[in-house]
Nanobody, 121 residues
Framework: QVQLVESGGGLVQPGGSLRLSCVVS????????MGWYRQAPGKQRELVAG???????DYADSVKGRFIVSRDGAKNTVYLQMNSLKPEDTAVYYC???????????????WGQGTQVTVSS
């Protein structure tokens, strides 16, 4: 069984920073692409940033230049450094990962439970 656990969310003032972490655990063989999504109240879930196994990254236009996604293969962890936060960044942030597991021998998408980020003065 695979688990993704996010941490690092919270309340921050506009212009502030937060760093989210997502640790993957379980009987996995290989972690492929990883990413961060967010969902604000009344809105659809959207991709914020993604990173491939080789380290290539992609960002939503709304966060380019402010957010940085990275990963540590040895720790099975993906990070999202969020700088210059704005009230419109307020949302529940979810990590996901494309994982090849030992049990299924197939690539499947797994999601974390989400962590709340609130940007407010």
């Amino acid at each position: 069984q695979v688990q993704l656990v996010e941490s690092g969310g919270g309340l921050v003032q506009p212009g502030g920073s937060l760093r989210l972490s997502c640790v993957v655990s379980g009987s996995l063989f290989r972690i492929n692409a990883m990413g961060w999504y967010r969902q604000a109240p009344g809105k659809q879930r959207e991709l914020v940033a993604g990173i491939t196994s080789s380290g290539s990254t992609d960002y939503a236009d709304s966060v380019k230049g402010r957010f940085i996604v990275s990963r540590d293969g040895a720790k099975n962890t993906v990070y999202l450094q969020m700088n210059s936060l704005k009230p419109e960044d307020t949302a529940v942030y979810y990590c996901n990962a494309n994982i090849l597991t030992i049990a299924t021998q197939t690539n499947l998408i797994y999601w974390g439970q989400g962590t709340q980020v609130t940007v407010s003065s």
